[in-house]
């Protein structure tokens, strides 16, 4: 759900063969030993290779569960198997298709309309005009409100540690950063954002109103969206794991402050009917949970950035995997790995979680080889689209923060587009053209389309994730070159101090107190910023973790540029008043080195590291 990665986006692109033709016909359904026998074989290389404790998969078909098993161990110290029947995972952001279906039930109740403005449903706080055109709920459901992200302080220890929803949404809401309906960037906040207009218009909290109107319909017994799990089936709780240094390190429970986004925890039997449901248009059994008009709209198309490429159904990421229409969606919470596909033209339904962070490698084998065995196919390109031409340039995540201190992690995470010979070079690969405006990865099966907003923005959407062009001052390249500039004229100034002492005491020649006060006022300010350049570096490409909250180690460091800002002020007014008092040398090294910390100041006041921006 938080993770700094898209690990079923990799999944999917890896299945996607782009070849003229027809797209494949429906495929038959496959018998129980099949599943068995593939299942049984790819979980024992899977789980074992990648160090992962266990594993739980549910096939769905023909209106009917087609298999299930538990693999591996669902709790280490207790030697606890996983079990598809009561074994319950949490499955992260795959919560949001149960927020999605709540919100097109009150569709289909009248309560909702997707096109209208959110702020209609909102009281106790108000998303600001930002932009011409407000947010919808559509919106919301395509990942297109235009949000930033935010990452900070998700998530809670304990129960006691949750604000109130009402409270933390209107407390952390990200900054609108780009039109509505432009391009996706997945938002956590937006789908807790249309969970509670569900909790409002429905007059229940999300849990309750997913308890009694998915749940309960749908015969899900071993499954919740409350945090803690209630008692009762708190002892089903599958446990989750790292692996280091040869062992296995148990996860914490972690609260989720946006619960709509993903805090639903279930089993592989119960995931079995939310797929069956959605298969069978809104029915499982003699029950619905959406009338067929309603549960047919949601599995319909609402977003692409270009029609050539995969897109956004009400929620349902769409992938086209084998030459089938894939709706799905994946998750990724505190070590538990999860994923859902639904194959609506084939009636098939996969749900498959792991609990370990290292499952994410094991599925990125076995989704694609369930596929290849099950759902053979091959895939036509889509018309349509617009001829764009490539922009070079480099490229950020449009799933990025602008107002808070993660800001900076752009940085790490930009990656150039250059264009040689025809073809485009972009995140380590070569794309070839497909199609006018559309490119096709040598090698590989992920397609690339070319964007331009209507603010003239450039845009990269693949199948999977999308990037924005940066402007030349936020390229990698640039603020390397700044950092570099201030430390190599922080450390004349550094080492430069004590040996100007030693030849001034050798010569005996006199210095003006004002310009040795100067002098060293501007030594001090590079001192501090040359420790706080080594130390956030350190941050940046550690293991730090914002989950909880900015750490209190980080706070501490976020207070060294702020000292940086008052002792060059203070240095910058001595050496005017003094100014006369030195020498041209002199003068002019003291010019370098406060040109070099003003760079380092603008580049923390550029990426939020100046000032409180937690």
């Given at each position: 759900?938080?993770?700094?990665?898209?690990?079923?986006?990799?999944?999917?692109?890896?299945?996607?063969?782009?070849?003229?033709?027809?797209?494949?016909?429906?495929?038959?359904?496959?018998?129980?030993?099949?599943?068995a026998d593939f299942f049984d074989a790819a979980m024992a290389d899977g789980l074992a290779a990648n160090h992962v404790?266990?594993?739980?998969?549910?096939?769905?078909?023909?209106?009917?569960?087609?298999?299930?098993?538990?693999?591996?161990?669902?709790?280490?110290?207790?030697?606890?198997?996983?079990?598809?029947?009561?074994?319950?995972?949490?499955?992260?952001?795959?919560?949001?298709?149960?927020?999605?279906?709540?919100?097109?039930?009150?569709?289909?109740?009248?309560?909702?309309?997707?096109?209208?403005?959110?702020?209609?449903?909102?009281?106790?706080?108000?998303?600001?005009?930002?932009?011409?055109?407000?947010?919808?709920?559509?919106?919301?459901?395509?990942?297109?409100?235009?949000?930033?992200?935010?990452?900070?302080?998700?998530?809670?220890?304990?129960?006691?540690?949750?604000?109130?929803?009402?409270?933390?949404?209107?407390?952390?809401?990200?900054?609108?950063?780009?039109?509505?309906?432009?391009v996706s960037a997945y938002s956590n906040y937006g789908a807790a954002l249309a969970g509670y207009i569900v909790s409002?218009?429905?007059?229940?909290?999300?849990?309750?109103?997913?308890?009694?109107?998915?749940?309960?319909?749908?015969?899900?017994?071993?499954?919740?969206?409350?945090?803690?799990?209630?008692?009762?089936?708190?002892?089903?709780?599958?446990?989750?794991?790292?692996?280091?240094?040869?062992?296995?390190?148990?996860?914490?429970?972690?609260?989720?402050?946006?619960?709509?986004?993903?805090?639903?925890?279930?089993?592989?039997?119960?995931?079995?009917?939310?797929?069956?449901?959605?298969?069978?248009?809104?029915?499982?059994?003699?029950?619905?949970?959406?009338?067929?008009?309603?549960?047919?709209?949601?599995?319909?198309?609402?977003?692409?950035?270009?029609?050539?490429?995969?897109?956004?159904?009400?929620?349902?990421?769409?992938?086209?995997?084998?030459?089938?229409?894939?709706?799905?969606?994946?998750?990724?919470?505190?070590?538990?790995?999860?994923?859902?596909?639904?194959?609506?033209?084939?009636?098939?339904?996969?749900?498959?979680?792991?609990?370990?962070?290292?499952?994410?490698?094991?599925?990125?084998?076995?989704i694609p080889a369930f596929f290849d065995r099950f759902l053979p196919g091959r895939r036509a390109v889509p018309d349509?689209?617009?001829?764009?031409?490539?922009?070079?340039?480099?490229?950020?995540?449009?799933?990025?923060?602008?107002?808070?201190?993660?800001?900076?992690?752009?940085?790490?995470?930009?990656?150039?587009?250059?264009?040689?010979?025809?073809?485009?070079?972009?995140?380590?690969?070569?794309?070839?053209?497909?199609?006018?405006?559309?490119?096709?990865?040598?090698?590989?099966?992920?397609?690339?389309?070319?964007?331009?907003?209507?603010?003239?923005?450039?845009?990269?959407?693949?199948?999977?994730?999308?990037?924005?062009?940066?402007?030349?001052?936020?390229?990698?390249?640039?603020?390397?070159?700044?950092?570099?500039?201030?430390?190599?004229?922080?450390?004349?100034?550094?080492?430069?101090?004590?040996?100007?002492?030693?030849?001034?005491?050798?010569?005996?020649?006199?210095?003006?107190?004002?310009?040795?006060?100067?002098?060293?006022?501007?030594?001090?300010?590079?001192?501090?910023?040359?420790?706080?350049?080594?130390?956030?570096?350190?941050?940046?490409?550690?293991?730090?973790?914002?989950?909880?909250?900015?750490?209190?180690?980080?706070?501490?460091?976020?207070?060294?540029?702020?000292?940086?800002?008052?002792?060059?002020?203070?240095?910058?007014?001595?050496?005017?008043?003094?100014?006369?008092?030195?020498?041209?040398?002199?003068?002019?090294?003291?010019?370098?080195?406060?040109?070099?910390?003003?760079?380092?100041?603008?580049?923390?006041?550029?990426?939020?590291?100046?000032?409180?921006?937690?």
């Amino acid at each position: 759900m938080y993770l700094f990665r898209s690990m079923l986006v990799a999944v999917c692109a890896a299945l996607m063969i782009l070849v003229p033709g027809r797209a494949a016909a429906a495929t038959d359904i496959p018998d129980e030993r099949a599943l068995a026998d593939f299942f049984d074989a790819a979980m024992a290389d899977g789980l074992a290779a990648n160090h992962v404790p266990g594993a739980v998969v549910s096939v769905v078909g023909g209106g009917k569960t087609l298999f299930s098993k538990g693999y591996g161990l669902a709790d280490v110290e207790n030697r606890r198997p996983f079990d598809p029947d009561t074994s319950m995972v949490r499955i992260a952001s795959i919560t949001k298709l149960f927020t999605w279906t709540a919100v097109m039930q009150q569709v289909q109740r009248g309560k909702l309309d997707l096109k209208a403005d959110v702020n209609r449903y909102l009281t106790a706080f108000r998303i600001p005009a930002t932009y011409p055109r407000p947010i919808t709920l559509q919106d919301l459901m395509d990942h297109t409100a235009g949000f930033e992200d935010r990452t900070i302080g998700v998530g809670s220890r304990s129960k006691d540690d949750v604000p109130p929803l009402a409270d933390y949404l209107a407390d952390n809401m990200p900054a609108r950063v780009r039109p509505p309906g432009e391009v996706s960037a997945y938002s956590n906040y937006g789908a807790a954002l249309a969970g509670y207009i569900v909790s409002r218009v429905s007059g229940q909290p999300y849990d309750e109103y997913v308890r009694d109107h998915i749940l309960a319909p749908l015969a899900m017994r071993h499954s919740t969206a409350a945090e803690p799990v209630p008692a009762p089936l708190a002892t089903d709780l599958a446990r989750s794991y790292d692996y280091e240094g040869g062992t296995y390190r148990r996860k914490p429970f972690v609260f989720d402050n946006l619960a709509p986004d993903g805090s639903i925890s279930a089993t592989a039997n119960d995931m079995a009917h939310f797929m069956i449901a959605h298969l069978l248009d809104g029915r499982f059994g003699d029950q619905r949970i959406l009338d067929e008009p309603t549960a047919r709209l949601m599995q319909r198309r609402t977003f692409a950035a270009d029609p050539r490429i995969d897109g956004y159904a009400h929620g349902f990421k769409e992938q086209t995997l084998n030459g089938h229409r894939v709706i799905m969606h994946d998750g990724g919470w505190e070590g538990f790995q999860s994923a859902l596909l639904l194959v609506p033209d084939a009636d098939l339904g996969l749900f498959v979680s792991t609990n370990s962070l290292d499952g994410a490698d094991a599925m990125t084998k076995i989704i694609p080889a369930f596929f290849d065995r099950f759902l053979p196919g091959r895939r036509a390109v889509p018309d349509g689209g617009a001829s764009v031409a490539p922009v070079e340039g480099f490229y950020k995540l449009t799933r990025s923060a602008e107002s808070s201190i993660e800001k900076v992690v752009a940085l790490t995470g930009s990656t150039r587009l250059r264009v040689e010979g025809g073809k485009l070079t972009f995140r380590g690969s070569t794309w070839s053209p497909l199609r006018p405006g559309l490119y096709q990865q040598d090698g590989g099966t992920q397609r690339l389309a070319l964007v331009t907003g209507a603010s003239g923005v450039a845009y990269v959407a693949t199948d999977g994730p999308a990037y924005q062009r940066v402007p030349w001052w936020d390229t990698p390249p640039v603020n390397v070159a700044i950092v570099l500039l201030f430390a190599v004229t922080a450390l004349t100034a550094v080492l430069g101090l004590p040996v100007a002492a030693v030849v001034r005491r050798a010569k005996k020649r006199p210095v003006p107190r004002l310009w040795r006060a100067g002098r060293l006022l501007t030594g001090l300010a590079a001192a501090v910023g040359l420790v706080f350049v080594v130390l956030f570096t350190l941050v940046l490409t550690g293991d730090t973790s914002i989950l909880y909250g900015v750490p209190a180690d980080v706070q501490v460091l976020l207070v060294l540029p702020l000292l940086v800002l008052a002792l060059t002020v203070a240095a910058l007014a001595t050496t005017v008043r003094a100014w006369r008092c030195a020498g041209v040398l002199a003068r002019g090294h003291q010019v370098v080195v406060l040109a070099g910390l003003l760079a380092l100041l603008w580049f923390c006041l550029h990426w939020n590291l100046l000032g409180r921006h937690l």
